[in-house]
C-alpha cells in the first residue's frame, strides 16, 4: 500500500484487563497525528469474558484457544464494521488489529495474541495490520509495550516542550519517558519504555472474585482499608524490579500477590493491591533519564482517584488525567494501533531498542489485504 500522506486508520485494542475491545479512528501518516476521529467501545459480556480467561496462558495449540479466538473475532468484526459506517468522512482504509495476548514469553521469544487479522480482513473487506509483536520478540526483544512511537506523536501533537512520562494503566501498567525535543522517536534519547508493574488486573479479580464486580469504581473500596506494608515491601523486593528497562511483563506475573492478599479484609487487600500499583510506578520512575514534568495517566486506572492520589504522594509528581490536556485516555491504546498500523504499510520502525530492548529498530506486522 502505498501512502503519500495523512490517511484514515481504524485501531482496535483489547487489553490485559478483559473489559472490551476499544476501537478509534485517527488521520495519520504514521509520523504526525492530522486528526482524531470517532470511537466506540463494546463490552465483553460475562460469558465471552470467561470464554477468552479460560484461554490466558495457552499458546497456539491450547485446548480453550480456538473458542477464545472465535469470541475476539466476532467482536471485534462486529465492533469494527459498525465503526467503518459511523462516520462517511472518516471512512478507513486500513486497520490495525492487535488482537488479545493470551501469553507472552519474550525471554523464549515467543508471544501470543489470538485472533486472526487475515480473516477480519476478509469479513471487513479492508487491509488489516495485524500480529504486530512477534517480529519484535522473535529479533531479541519484549515485544511490549508498543505504544511509545504513537505516545512520542501525542507529545508532539501537544507540542510539549519537556521530559515527560506517559503512564498507562491497564491490566498491567507501562510507561513511557518521552524528550520531545528529539525529531524522531527511534532517534537516541527520544523515548524509553518499559512496564512498571501490575495495575488493573489483581485488583479487579479480586473484586470479581469477592464481590461479583469488574472493579473497585473510583477506588471506594481501597480508600477504606490500609495497605498491608509487609505485603508491599515483599512485593518491590522482586527482582523485575531491580531489572533495568527496557523490560516486559505478562498479565499473570505476579499471581503471588493475589495470593500474599487472600486472608485480608476485603478493604485492605484493595488498598494493598492498588499501593502495589502506585508504588510500581514510583520505583519506575528511578529509571528515568531525566526527571519527568509531569505523568500523564491514561488507561482505566485514571479513574481510579485512590491510585491516582497515592501516585502523587509516592512519585513527587505532577499526576494528570490524560483527558485534561484534550486527549481520549480510555481510546489512546486503540488510537496507537491504528498509528502503527500506517507505519507498518510506509515500512516504518515501530519499536527501537530504548522502546523494547530489541537489537535494532523494527517494523513488525503483517499485513492482510481481502
Avoid at 521469544?109 to 520478540?137: K, M, N, Y
Avoid at 461479583?212 to 477506588?219: I, T
Amino acid at each position: 500500500m502505498k501512502i503519500t500522506g495523512p490517511i484514515w486508520a481504524l485501531g482496535a485494542m483489547s487489553g490485559t484487563s478483559l473489559d472490551g475491545v476499544d476501537a478509534a479512528l485517527l488521520r495519520t501518516d504514521g509520523e504526525t497525528i492530522a486528526v482524531f476521529g470517532a470511537s466506540a467501545y463494546r463490552a465483553y459480556s460475562e460469558d465471552e469474558r470467561a470464554r477468552i480467561a479460560q484461554a490466558l496462558g495457552q499458546w497456539h495449540d491450547g485446548a480453550d484457544v480456538a473458542q477464545a479466538a472465535e469470541t475476539v473475532e466476532t467482536v471485534h468484526a462486529a465492533l469494527l464494521s459498525r465503526m467503518m459506517t459511523i462516520e462517511s468522512d472518516q471512512s478507513p482504509v486500513l486497520i490495525g488489529f492487535h488482537g488479545q495476548t493470551l501469553a507472552h514469553d519474550p525471554d523464549n521469544q515467543r508471544t501470543h495474541q489470538t485472533g486472526d487479522g487475515a480473516l477480519l480482513a476478509e469479513i471487513l473487506q479492508c487491509p488489516v495490520v495485524w500480529d504486530f509483536r512477534s517480529a519484535d520478540v522473535q529479533l531479541g526483544g519484549q515485544g511490549a509495550p508498543l505504544a511509545p512511537f504513537f505516545h512520542f506523536a501525542c507529545a508532539k501533537y501537544l507540542s510539549l516542550d519537556t521530559p515527560t512520562a506517559f503512564l498507562n494503566l491497564g491490566g498491567v501498567g507501562n510507561v513511557t519517558y518521552i524528550d520531545p525535543s528529539h525529531d524522531k522517536p527511534q532517534a537516541e534519547g527520544a523515548l524509553l519504555a518499559f512496564d512498571t508493574g501490575p495495575a488493573n488486573a489483581p485488583i479487579n479479580d479480586l473484586m470479581q472474585t469477592r464481590l461479583n464486580k469488574s472493579y473497585d469504581r473510583d477506588g471506594g473500596l481501597a480508600g477504606k482499608g490500609t495497605a498491608n506494608a509487609q505485603i508491599v515491601e515483599k512485593f518491590l523486593n522482586q527482582a523485575y524490579f531491580h531489572k533495568i528497562p527496557p523490560k516486559s511483563l505478562d498479565r499473570d506475573d505476579f499471581t503471588q500477590l493475589s495470593h500474599d492478599v487472600a486472608d485480608l479484609a476485603d478493604a485492605d487487600a484493595a488498598a494493598t493491591l492498588s499501593e502495589c500499583c502506585a508504588a510500581a510506578v514510583a520505583r519506575a520512575m528511578e529509571h528515568m533519564p531525566k526527571k519527568p514534568t509531569r505523568i500523564l495517566v491514561c488507561g482505566g486506572g485514571r479513574r481510579n482517584t485512590h491510585i491516582m492520589a497515592r501516585l502523587k504522594a509516592l512519585t513527587g509528581l505532577q499526576i494528570d488525567d490524560i483527558d485534561d490536556h484534550g486527549l481520549d485516555g480510555d481510546m489512546l491504546e486503540a488510537q496507537a494501533f491504528a498509528y502503527l498500523a500506517v507505519r507498518v504499510a510506509r515500512g516504518l520502525p515501530t519499536s527501537c531498542p530504548s522502546t523494547t530492548g530489541v537489537g535494532a529498530n523494527v517494523g513488525g506486522g503483517t499485513v492482510s489485504h481481502p
